[in-house]
């Protein structure tokens, strides 16, 4: 049974820095893409940031976070993490790990978040002063 735990979440000031980890169980990171969505709340949720499987690691970001967040895998530890820099109060929102075996990431195609079918619990962000 896939599981997956999203932790690192918290408070943050604007231009500060989090790391949110999600460790995955019942699957192998490096065999499956993965997504990080946001839901801030009364909006729909959003993509972030995607990571495809295998050794290409293809990252694809939405234009909110392009040059701020970065999406990464660590095999080692079967976990997926997103660096979040220099967060703005837009950020704030809770942040899901998604993931998915056989879902491609390209220059062409973006998912969403119905083509995925295992989901975190997720794990809330708020960016202030």
């Known amino acids: 049974q896939v599981q997956l735990v999203e932790s690192g979440g918290g408070p943050a000031q604007p231009g500060g820095s989090l790391r949110l980890s999600c460790a995955a169980s019942g699957l192998i990171v490096g065999h499956w893409t993965f997504g990080w969505f946001r839901q801030a709340p009364g909006k729909e949720r959003e993509g972030v940031a995607y990571l495809s499987s295998g050794h290409d690691r293809f990252t694809r970001y939405a234009d909110s976070v392009k040059g701020r967040f970065t999406i990464s895998r660590d095999d080692a530890s079967n976990s997926v993490h997103l660096q979040m820099n220099n967060l703005q109060p837009e950020d704030t929102a809770l942040y899901y790990c998604?993931?998915?075996?056989?879902?491609?990431?390209?220059?062409?195609?973006?998912?969403?978040?119905?083509?995925?079918?295992?989901w975190g619990q997720g794990t809330q962000v708020t960016v202030s002063s």
């Open positions: 998604a993931a998915e075996r056989i879902l491609p990431v390209s220059n062409y195609f973006v998912p969403g978040p119905t083509d995925f079918s295992s």
